[in-house]
């Protein structure tokens, strides 16, 4: 079967949108040949980025749609680049007709690849239901299109697909996943400073539009742990940290390291935590974070926000809940989590990850696909 993946990322960026989708593309490629992927590029050294994640015999297989990066009117400037993604991914669909399509991050993209090529199926990546706007409007077209089925990476993503008029036939759950490639063969450093390392890995904030991601709780949390624990963030600043002086010596700003480095970093953790606010509805509904898929990897002990997605993925065997926004409850369970730490608890964690890997996610992806072209 001929299936294109069609994503409007820009390839050079360090986002969790387009590892996900590269990754995603990597194991594509190993469980069926017959791949071809679009995506955006800011650079004409684009092939460098891929050789990280691809096998040169797969990098040909790949269309990059160049659009060179402009600072000023980025608004105007991100639409213009959108339809011309658009218009460039689907000159080369049409030239190609693919039988399947396989589109994220873009409603807009995917129903114009339904419209234009009714006889190929579209799957359609949801990783956040838009609330107003032209990607509302498109998506509202995509529930009703015959050849689209709708892959919410969330059980709460597809309850709410529903209530909006999806078809419960056509929605099918695919969570996120992990490279468990990229685990195998690192080994945790030995450490003889006495200190106890909480990790945590991702965009860093305690104020504005990621705060959702309860940064500020964590640092909190330092307060009531004995001094012996220490917070370490890994991951890109947005806006001012705020740090309280008496935790500087205590919370240490890592910085943005390459997914490379991702899994050393995280197994030489002793503690790593996933501190989503339960006060937002993105964290409640949509997210299914890429890093709780890698901490269960990592083999390490975990403590996580108390929310639908998280449970969606795990359970008290592998990790220990705190309740959302309340540092003093998430000091409590890093330390029950820390003490609680077995072999036997690691295992499970492992078991998990192998559910949850690239390998299976994209298997799943064509498997669907396959049935999807087989019922009409």
Request: charged share 30%; net charge positive; aromatic share 8%.
């Amino acid at each position: 079967m001929k299936t294109f993946y069609i994503a409007p990322l820009n390839i050079e960026s360090n986002s969790a949108n387009i590892i996900q989708a590269l990754k995603t593309i990597k194991y594509l490629f190993k469980t069926e040949r017959n791949i071809t992927v679009v995506l955006k590029t800011h650079s004409k050294e684009y092939k460098k980025r891929l050789s990280q994640f691809l096998d040169k015999e797969y990098i040909n297989n790949v269309y990059a749609v160049y659009i060179p990066l402009k600072e000023k009117n980025r608004a105007i400037f991100f639409a213009i680049n959108r339809i011309l993604f658009i218009f460039a991914s689907m000159i080369l669909a049409l030239r190609k007709k693919p039988d399947a399509i396989i589109c994220r991050s873009s409603e807009p993209l995917a129903l114009v690849a339904s419209v234009l090529l009714p006889n190929s199926c579209v799957l359609f990546e949801v990783h956040e239901i838009p609330k107003k706007g032209l990607r509302r409007a498109a998506l509202l077209r995509l529930l009703k299109s015959e050849n689209v089925l709708l892959a919410p990476i969330t059980r709460e993503t597809k309850k709410e697909l529903i209530s909006i008029g999806g078809d419960p036939k056509r929605i099918r759950v695919i969570p996120d996943a992990v490279d468990l490639e990229d685990y195998q063969q690192v080994r945790p450093l030995k450490k003889k400073d006495g200190i106890v390392r909480v990790g945590y890995f991702g965009k860093i904030a305690t104020s504005g539009e990621y705060k959702w991601k309860g940064v500020n709780t964590l640092i909190e949390s330092m307060r009531f742990l004995p001094k012996k624990f220490h917070l370490f963030l890994f991951g890109k600043t947005i806006g001012r940290i705020r740090i309280p002086k008496e935790l500087s010596e205590r919370v240490h700003l890592m910085g943005n390291i390459s997914h490379n480095h991702v899994p050393k970093k995280m197994v030489g953790m002793d503690v790593l935590v996933l501190p989503s606010s339960g006060k937002s509805e993105f964290s409640q509904k949509y997210s299914s974070p890429l890093k709780l898929f890698e901490y269960l990897a990592s083999g390490k002990a975990i403590v996580a926000s108390d929310l639908p997605p998280i449970r969606e993925i795990v359970t008290e065997k592998e990790v220990t809940f705190f309740n959302p926004d309340d540092p003093e409850d998430l000091a409590k369970k890093i330390i029950q989590a820390y003490r609680n730490m077995s072999k036997e608890r690691k295992g499970t964690c492992l078991k998990k990850a192998e559910k949850f890997s690239y390998n299976a996610r994209a298997r799943q992806l064509l498997k669907i696909i396959n049935k999807m072209r087989e019922d009409t």
